[in-house]
Every structure is written in structure tokens, then in C-alpha cells.
């Protein structure tokens, strides 16, 4: 969810390649975040071939890479047919590109980099401060978690759907 609401910001609301990019991150996430031995011994080059992790990841970036392009260039060819009218981080960092005033020229691949780090990081140091927070206070954890029920009980799951009818969580 939290990709979700942040490619949104990021990219716009009408990315064709949304889903993909998240289901891509998710795999990236889960291939990147288990043990691996080659962690533990990364000079020792014969490790990361035997493992299989290392074509797994780079077949895992080249669909990210793909991915992230056709985003960069639909975005690029909505802007040049007049129909952009988005306030996003791509549209943004496109404009710049466009106007070249910076001291080293931004690419697609500088703009790709930064619209695969913008959010995943941050988001997750943001989810981790605030629940830190109300494990260390009992009663804002138990608001929370009532208002949460009260407006997703019925679902079963917390989704995008409801997230304007969490009123505790504004304040």
C-alpha cells in the first residue's frame, strides 16, 4: 500500500505500468531482504554464481529497468502531445531534464534511479517512527487501532479504499 500511494505521487495517477512496478519492487524486496551466503562472504566472486541470487536479481533489475523506461517515455509522450497536466515527481524531474539548466545533465537513467529510491526508503523509516511511537504509547495505539477496525473491520485487510475515513490519523 504504501508503494502504491507513493508511485502515485511519484508517477502520477495514471500509470499503465503501476501494478507491474510494484509487483517488481515486491520481488526485489523478497529477493534482497532473505540470508544469503553471499552476504556473509562477498569477496569470494564463485558464491554469487553458484547461489543463482545473482541472475535472479539482474533478470529481477532488467524487468525494473524496462519497466521504469516505458514509464519515463509515457510520461514523456503524454507531456509532448499537451495532455500533462500533473503536478508529479516525474513530471518535474522530466521538466528539468527538458530545460538542461543543471550543472550535469539529468538522464533517463538518473531519473529512473531516482524514482526507484523516491518513496521505498523513506515510507518505510516513516511506517517504522510512527509505529514506534504507539507501541511506546498504549492509548494512541488503542485509538488507532479502533478507529482501524471501525472503518476496515468488515474487509478483513487495510487498503487504499478507506484511508479518508481514518480521521485519528490526521491529527
Given at each position: ?5 507513493t508511485?502515485r ?5 495514471k ?18 531482504c ?30 525494473l529497468?524496462?519497466i521504469?523506461e516505458?514509464i519515463v ?13 500533473e ?10 531534464q ?7 545533465p539529468?538522464t ?22 510512527a509505529?514506534s ?8 495505539m488503542?485509538?488507532?487501532q ?6 476496515f ?12 475515513d481514518?480521521?485519528f490519523?490526521?491529527?
Amino acid at each position: 500500500m504504501t508503494y502504491g500511494m507513493t508511485a502515485r505521487v511519484a508517477l502520477g495517477n495514471k500509470c499503465k505500468e503501476h501494478e507491474a512496478l510494484i509487483t517488481a519492487i515486491t520481488e526485489d524486496a523478497e529477493a534482497t531482504c532473505r540470508f544469503a551466503v553471499t552476504d556473509v562472504f562477498p569477496s569470494i566472486k564463485v558464491l554469487h554464481v553458484i547461489s543463482g541470487m545473482r541472475p535472479k536479481l539482474e533478470k529481477i533489475h532488467r524487468g525494473l529497468d524496462e519497466i521504469l523506461e516505458n514509464i519515463v517515455k509515457d510520461h514523456k509522450a503524454t507531456k509532448t502531445r499537451g495532455m500533462d497536466g500533473e503536478n508529479d515527481l516525474l513530471s518535474f524531474l522530466l521538466n528539468l531534464q527538458q530545460l538542461g539548466v543543471l550543472e550535469v545533465p539529468l538522464t533517463n537513467d538518473h531519473i529512473k534511479g531516482i524514482m526507484l529510491v523516491t518513496g521505498s526508503e523513506t515510507s518505510c523509516s516513516t511506517v517504522e517512527w510512527a509505529m514506534s511511537k504507539m507501541v511506546k504509547t498504549p492509548q494512541v495505539m488503542e485509538k488507532v487501532q479502533a478507529e482501524v477496525r471501525q472503518v476496515f473491520g468488515a474487509k478483513g485487510n487495510v487498503d487504499e479504499t478507506g484511508l479518508q475515513d481514518l480521521k485519528f490519523r490526521r491529527r
